[in-house]
């Protein structure tokens, strides 16, 4: 079984822009697809590529101007001045869950199979979908529902499952999808589930805290002239990734000079989104919800 089939691949690589003597980061390793295809540019240039999941160290590529680091990618700016890096000529983030982690079972990403919840893509950390849905208050998932799931019934999915863990502990995707399913709309059971699934996944891997601060700091190490691609799958991601593009800043704040102009961070290269080839969502059902922006860098940011 392969690992994962890279998204977008031409596409992000083309928006890279590469320079044979850059230096880049790919901050989703995964399977090592963006990587490789990186790396295949580069001649005097560094590739440092990162990954919270040890699975995926497995994946390794044996080239001297590569580097793979096993951490979470917000903390990117610590790990590349251990390098020694201070500055880098371009980023590429592919955002969420390999096809690896999704259909390995027993992590517990998929709805398809009857797993322990789990969910956690760095199997060294302390939460799991299991302490969140055994421990956290009634209002706190509710809201972990609404924010990260888009879920129109979240309250009503909240109590059931606090109603479910008084009797006893949720332990399983099946026994989550029983205590949840029947508040699905009507031939939509598995969109429906996979909402509940992407947003606990969210919560147990801090992911829009873990975007917003690699992509505070990509900005800030990024030369002039540099790029940065971001490939999403749902809207939350996206528009905290238009935000820093549009606006400058993760939050979408627009900040001002002393002129009254609008601190302008990035260039954008491609005004619309970026999605796959109709070809390409054939061939990898994952591509399908895929979008993919990419910015150029203008000015300096202060530190
Ligand atoms: C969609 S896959 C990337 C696939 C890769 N582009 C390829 O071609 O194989 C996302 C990968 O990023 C990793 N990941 C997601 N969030 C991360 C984070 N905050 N820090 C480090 N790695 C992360 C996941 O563990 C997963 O392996």
Redesign the pocket.
């Known amino acids: 079984m392969t ?5 977008l ?1 031409k596409e992000s690589i083309e928006g890279l822009n590469l320079k044979p003597d850059g230096v880049y980061v ?10 490789k295809e990186i790396l295949k540019f580069l001649k005097n240039g560094r590739l440092y590529s ?4 040890h ?2 160290t497995a ?1 390794n590529i044996e080239s001297s101007n590569f580097k793979l680091i096993k ?4 903390f990117l700016k610590n790990f590349l001045k251990l390098e020694g890096i201070e500055k880098i000529d371009g980023v ?1 983030a ?5 096809s ?2 999704f259909d390995t079972a027993a992590r517990g990403f998929s709805l398809r199979f009857d797993s322990e919840l789990d969910m956690r ?2 199997i060294d950390s302390n939460l799991n979908a299991k302490e969140i849905i055994n421990n956290y208050s009634e209002e706190q998932l509710a809201n972990m529902f609404y924010i990260y799931g888009d879920i129109t019934q979240s309250r009503k999915l909240a109590k059931q499952i606090v109603n479910a863990r008084k009797e006893q502990n949720i332990l399983t995707t099946t026994e989550l999808i029983l205590i949840a399913e029947n508040l699905s709309p009507v031939k939509k059971r598995n969109q429906f589930l996979a909402r509940v699934f992407q947003a606990i996944r969210i919560e147990v ?1 801090d ?1 829009i805290n ?2 917003k601060d ?1 992509l505070n700091s990509a900005t800030k190490l990024l030369n002039p002239g540099g790029r940065i691609v971001v ?1 999403s799958y749902h809207s939350l991601e996206d528009k905290i990734v238009k935000n820093l593009f549009k606006k400058g800043n993760t939050d979408g704040v627009v900040e001002k000079d002393f002129f009254g102009n609008i601190s302008k961070v990035f260039n954008q290269i491609n005004k619309n989104v970026i999605v796959p080839s109709s070809d390409e969502c054939t061939f990898n059902n994952r591509a399908t919800s895929a979008k993919m922006r990419v910015a150029e860098k203008i000015a300096y940011v202060k530190k």
Do not use: C, K, W
């Not at 790919?26 to 990587?35: K, P, R, W």
């Not at 592919?94 to 390999?98: E, H, I």
């Open positions: 690992y994962h089939s890279p998204v691949l790919d901050v989703t390793f995964g399977g090592g697809g963006h990587s990162f990954d919270q999941d699975d995926a994946n951490a979470n990618f917000r590429i592919d955002l969420g869950v390999s690896h982690q893509m760095n891997n992911e873990a975007l690699m490939i």
